[in-house]
C-alpha cells in the first residue's frame, strides 16, 4: 500500500470533525478533505460557528482549515483523490422491524459503502471509524467486493473512536490507545502500517494497538459496554444510600481507592446519555441474542434497565417532595445537554426528566448554555417523548438566562454538570422562588449545606440530607 496523502472522511458529525481536524493539525503533509450531504453542515464547518461545541476545536479547525483541511459537499470528488476514506457516518439505533430498539441501522453506512464502490478507481484503504456491530466491516467488504472493478484493490479497516464529547479534542491528541484492525493477509497488514503511520506522527507506537477485524469492532462495544455498567454500577448503590443513610461520594471514594477497581466513572448521577452508551449496549444484547447467549443478552440488559430505573427514580423524588403533585407547577431544568462542554443531546437524561415531569402536567422552563432552543424542542416532541407536540409547546419555555429561567419557580432541577451552575447567586434565586424552595440536584455539584443555610430545601442523589423545617418556610407563597 502506499503512503497516506489524501484522506476522505464520509460524515461531518461528533466523529469526522474531530477526528479530522486533529489528523490535519498533526499532519500537515496530509490534505484531509470531510464531506456531507448536508451543506447547512458544511457550511458551519467553513464558517466562524461550527456545528458542534468542543473545547479546543475551533482553533485546531481555524488552524487547518484552506490548508490541508477542507468541508465539502462534493462526494464523489474527495473519493476518488483519495488513499484512505473514514466512514463517519450515523449508526442509530433501529425503530422499526427486526432488531427494533436494539440492532444498529447501517442503512448510512450501507449508503457510503456503495457510494465508494460507484466512484472508487485504483488501491483504497477505507475504514469504519462509526460504532458498528462486530463483522460489520465483514459486510462492508462484501459489497465492495461484489461491485469492485478490475481497477480497483480496496482493503477494509476496523479503527474505531474511543473519544468522549465535552474532551475530544484533548482525548485525539493524548488517546489512551489507538485500535486498528484489519485482514489477516499480507495486503491488510500494509493497510494497517499505512494508518498505524499516520497516527505515529503524535502517538507513540506503544499505544497504537494492532487486532484483526472483529476483535477490533467488538471491543469498542465491550469498552462502552464496561463504562455504562460502572455507571449503572454506582448509581445502584446511589438508592441503597439514600435508603440508609450513606454517602454515595464517600462509597465511591472508598471503593475507587481500591486499586483493583480505579476511581473513572463512579460518578452518580441522573444517568448516563450520549450516542454511544445506550446504543453500544443495546447492540451488545442484540449480538448476544442473535448468537443464542440469553444469559449474556440478559445480563447487559439489566444496565440499561438501572439506567431507565435511576431516570424515573429521581423524577419521582422530585413529584414526591413537591407534596405529590406538579401539575401546572413551574420547575426550572438546568441543563439539558448529557453532559458538560458539549452540545450533544442524544439520550440526554433531561430529556427523560422532562418528558415524565410533562406526563405531569409540570410547566417547564429549561436552560442550557450550549443548546439551542430548536433543538431541545425537536427532542421533547419525538413520538418516543410526547405523542402531543401542541402540548410541548404549551408546557415548555426555553430560556436564555438562567435567572429568568428560576424566577418564580417552584423547583429547580440540575440535570447537566456545567461549571456555571456552581457559581449562580443562589441567595438571589431563592428571592426569586415560590416558598418552600425546592432544589434537586441530579448531579451532585452544589454546595449543599450553604443551599440548605439560605433556606432551600435541599433533594441529592446518593445522599439523604436532614431537613431543618422552619416556620418561615411554611408561610411562604407556595401555591
Not at 488513499?83 to 439505533?93: K, S
Not at 465492495?144 to 480496496?154: F, K, P, S, V
Not at 450520549?274 to 451488545?284: A, E, I, R, T
Request: charged share 25%; proline share 3%.
Amino acid at each position: 500500500m502506499t503512503t497516506i496523502r489524501k484522506i476522505c472522511c464520509i460524515g461531518a458529525g461528533y466523529v469526522g470533525g474531530p477526528t479530522c481536524s486533529v489528523i490535519a493539525y498533526k499532519c500537515p503533509d496530509i490534505q484531509v478533505t470531510v464531506v456531507d450531504l448536508s451543506q447547512s453542515r458544511i457550511d458551519a464547518w467553513n464558517s466562524d460557528q461550527l456545528p458542534i461545541f468542543e473545547p479546543g476545536l475551533q482553533d485546531l479547525v481555524e488552524n487547518c482549515r484552506g490548508r490541508n483541511l477542507f468541508f465539502s459537499t462534493n462526494v464523489d470528488k474527495a473519493i476518488k483523490e483519495a488513499d484512505l476514506i473514514f466512514i463517519c457516518v450515523n449508526t442509530p439505533t433501529k425503530t422499526f422491524g427486526v432488531g427494533k430498539g436494539r440492532a444498529a441501522d447501517l442503512k448510512y453506512i450501507e449508503s457510503a459503502a456503495r457510494k465508494i464502490a460507484d466512484v472508487a478507481t485504483g488501491t483504497k484503504m477505507v475504514v469504519e471509524k462509526s460504532t458498528v456491530p462486530v463483522r460489520a466491516a465483514e459486510s462492508i467488504s462484501r459489497i465492495l467486493a461484489a461491485n469492485t472493478r478490475e481497477d480497483m484493490n480496496i482493503q477494509v479497516m476496523s479503527n474505531p473512536e474511543f473519544l468522549a464529547e465535552g474532551t475530544a479534542v484533548k482525548d485525539l491528541l493524548n488517546p489512551d490507545r489507538v485500535l486498528i484492525g484489519g485482514e489477516e493477509t499480507e495486503e491488510g497488514h500494509k493497510a494497517v502500517q499505512a494508518l498505524t503511520d499516520v497516527y505515529a506522527h503524535w502517538v507513540p507506537r506503544e499505544k497504537i494497538l494492532t487486532t484483526n477485524t472483529w476483535s477490533s469492532e467488538l471491543s469498542k462495544l465491550a469498552a462502552n459496554a464496561f463504562l455504562a455498567q460502572r455507571i449503572s454500577s454506582i448509581n445502584s448503590i446511589s438508592a441503597v444510600c439514600e435508603a440508609t443513610g450513606a454517602n454515595v461520594s464517600e462509597v465511591a471514594h472508598a471503593i475507587g481507592m481500591d486499586s483493583r477497581i480505579g476511581n473513572k466513572f463512579l460518578k452518580a448521577s441522573v444517568g448516563f446519555g450520549g450516542s454511544c452508551f445506550q446504543k453500544d449496549v443495546l447492540n451488545l444484547v442484540y449480538l448476544c441474542e442473535a448468537l443464542n447467549l440469553p444469559e449474556v443478552a440478559a445480563y447487559w440488559q439489566e444496565v440499561i434497565n438501572m439506567n431507565d430505573y435511576q431516570r424515573r427514580r429521581f423524577t419521582n423524588r422530585i413529584i414526591e417532595c413537591l407534596f405529590n403533585t406538579v401539575t401546572g407547577k413551574k420547575i426550572a431544568i438546568l441543563g439539558f445537554a448529557f453532559k458538560k462542554d458539549t452540545g450533544d443531546t442524544r439520550e440526554s437524561s433531561s430529556i427523560y426528566v422532562c418528558k415524565y415531569l410533562m406526563d405531569e402536567g409540570a410547566h417547564l422552563h429549561i436552560y442550557d448554555p450550549q443548546v439551542k432552543k430548536e433543538q431541545i424542542l425537536y427532542d421533547l416532541k419525538q413520538p418516543i417523548i410526547s405523542d402531543d407536540p401542541d402540548r410541548v409547546e404549551k408546557l415548555v419555555t426555553i430560556e436564555t438566562d438562567p435567572y429568568k429561567a428560576l424566577e418564580g419557580t417552584h423547583a429547580l432541577v440540575v440535570c447537566t454538570e456545567w461549571d456555571e451552575f456552581v457559581a449562580y447567586d443562589y441567595e438571589r434565586i431563592y428571592s426569586s422562588m415560590l416558598k418552600p424552595a425546592f432544589v434537586f440536584d441530579g448531579r451532585m455539584i452544589l454546595d449543599h449545606a450553604a443551599l440548605q443555610e439560605m433556606g432551600f430545601q435541599v433533594e441529592v442523589i446518593g445522599k439523604k440530607i436532614k431537613k431543618p423545617f422552619s416556620n418561615g418556610n411554611l408561610n411562604g407563597n407556595e401555591r
